[in-house]
């Protein structure tokens, strides 16, 4: 009799954990409301980069301070009087300014409470920076200077392999020579 009611007892328990562990795992399939700021990783040229305000998620697409992110690529950031635009200036070979309209979030620059967010795409492609989307948090950005000049090999099996279908990819060239 004391078993029985133990067993009992033991599946109620058992099933309440369950239960637990669903809601729990159901509530945590959205990825917006799982991820906030501090889960967005960002590094420029395998150094990261850390911001004041924290990283935003807006339906679907990351925001992140624009000043702190703009800086670390060596861009300058001006901010013409009685626009609603911000002008990045800068650039590895020639100065190149690119104005960027605050819209929403569908234009990837917004402003919220005084603090100018991008989309890190909006940055870094008309400058010539690569970025590269490792994990739905984690993006690497790559300065052009740092990329390998592109270049075309034939495979063992005799297929032309580009050097740029490897970006974004850990990638080992292994160069023989007879000479």
Sequence with gaps: MILAVSVRRLGVIVGFIMLTVVLFCAVGLTE?????????????????????APPILR???????????AKQLGLKVEYPEGAKMVVLCGGVTSELCVPLEFQDSAKGVINVDGVTYVQPARVTKPFGFEIYEVSANQLEVIQPMH?????????????????QDFRGKKTLLYVWGSW
């Design 32 to 52: 917006e409301g799982n991820m906030n700021g501090k889960d967005l990783q960002i590094t420029i040229d395998a150094q990261r980069v850390t911001f004041a």
């Design 147 to 163: 990329l390998a000049s592109e270049f075309t090999l034939v495979d063992l099996e005799g297929t032309p392999r580009r050097l």
């Design 59 to 69: 339906e679907g697409n990351w925001f992140v301070p624009l000043e702190p992110f």
